[in-house]
């Protein structure tokens, strides 16, 4: 609270300074014993309460110091002039008791009206005080308002950022995985193609062989629809939109994974094998980004795998836990977690691979972690590592 009351305004005017108090004292008990003279003089008595009054105007108006001056003068000029000289015979004994009353009297307002004006002051500094803490509550309040705006503003690009780092790590992926893309969707063509011809030569016969023409027809139709959706999960993938989360079955986002890596995995001599549980409750999720966590988990263990002696497997396993969590596992037999740096596998740019760019495994992570899931590895007994997912089941996922 401020302790500067010397400049602080008292009822519309500033506080006297310390002389002009006393000498308001002054003319105060001045103008009463005037008074009190002229009304002496025309036989009205009223000398005491016009010092009273001088007192308390003295005291209200300075303080303690000038009301006890006006009360000491107040007191001289009443014994002076409005009663038996002191130590008088006739003081002693009739006027005394006046006199003793109203010493105390011009006392006792002359304090009271000091400890008023002191309250005053200290009532009103105090309104003054709580104006400023007011004044700089609406300011820090406005400062936060700014500072949630802009965090908001900041939080919102570094999403964006991140759907775009994402988005460029699908399309990374997506270039390695080129010649493997062509193959996959050249097969059904091709075999399209060829149904489509043998279709076309059952019909050209001598005697059309319409079953044998529609039965090639029909392969060339289905294997038309393979390539498209194969073409679809592609394009999927190299879409670049806002992430949209609803139930999301993951054993089917598995297996579109499974089908759209098996050239790649072919090329490298690697098997998969999905062991996946029945009934699994659904997930609020993104679908495209559980794609590119499923699509980087999968390419990780055949890259661990293309140089390693032996057995090449995969095991995709899907199974729903008792504490509302959908556990994935992706176990591979390649050439395990690197020694002594487990988790450093997760941060950005951390890589193992001679063109790698270290930014799938953190991607897949902040999906996952966004998703309010953990992502983790573990090494096998039997050599190389199995990636660990956890997604809780809620219908509501966390922003």
């Known amino acids: ?37 002229l009304l002496d003089i025309h036989l009205v008595s009223a000398p005491v309460s016009l010092f009273l009054c001088a007192i308390m105007f003295s005291g209200w108006f300075g303080g303690t110091g000038p009301a006890l001056l006006a009360a000491s003068l107040s007191l001289l000029a009443f014994d002076y002039y409005f009663a038996t000289p002191l130590f008088s015979l006739a003081m002693e004994t009739r006027e005394l008791p006046r006199f003793i009353i109203f010493a105390l009297s011009a006392l006792f307002v002359g304090l009271l009206s000091a400890a008023q004006r002191r309250a005053t ?10 104006s400023r803490t007011v004044q700089e509550l609406r300011n820090t309040n406005e400062a936060l308002h700014t500072e949630y705006v802009e965090r908001e503003h900041a939080e919102a690009a570094l999403q964006q950022a991140q759907a775009d780092l994402a988005h460029v790590s699908r399309l990374t992926t997506m270039g390695e995985l080129t010649a493997s893309l062509a193959h996959e969707v050249n097969q059904p063509i091709t075999a399209a193609v060829t149904n489509a011809n043998t279709a076309v030569r059952w019909l050209n016969g001598e005697i059309p062989n319409i079953v044998e023409a529609r039965a090639a027809a029909i392969r060339s139709a289905k294997d038309g629809t393979r390539a498209a959706d194969i073409i679809g999960r592609i394009r999927l993938l190299f879409k670049k939109g806002t992430p949209e989360r609803k ?5 089917e986002v598995i297996q579109e994974m499974i089908v759209l890596l098996q050239a790649e995995a072919t090329r490298y ?29 999968i390419m990780n263990s055949i890259d661990a795998m293309k140089d390693v002696d032996g057995p090449r497997e995969i095991v995709i396993k899907s199974e729903q836990a008792e504490n509302d969590q959908l556990l994935v596992s992706v176990s591979d037999t390649g050439i395990g977690l690197p020694a002594q740096q487990a988790d450093a596998i997760f941060d950005a740019f951390f890589t193992t691979k001679l063109q790698g760019t270290g930014l799938g495994l953190s991607i897949s992570r902040s999906i996952i972690e966004s998703h309010g899931g953990r992502l983790w590895a573990d090494g096998n007994s039997t050599g190389g590592a199995t990636f660990h997912l956890a997604l809780p089941i809620k219908i509501e996922a966390p922003e």
Request: charged share 20%.
């Open 1 to 37: 609270m401020d302790k500067d009351l010397s400049k602080r305004v008292f009822f519309g005017w500033p506080r006297a300074p310390v002389i002009a108090s006393y000498g308001v004292a002054v003319l105060s008990f001045a103008f009463a014993l005037l008074i009190a003279r």
């Open 121 to 130: 002051e200290s009532l009103r500094a105090t309104r003054d005080f709580l």
């Open 247 to 251: 139930l999301v079955d993951v054993n």
């Open 269 to 297: 001599s690697v098997s998969i094998c999905a062991e996946l549980a029945e009934d699994l409750t659904q997930p609020m999720a993104d679908r495209v980004q559980l794609q590119q966590v499923f699509l980087n988990l």
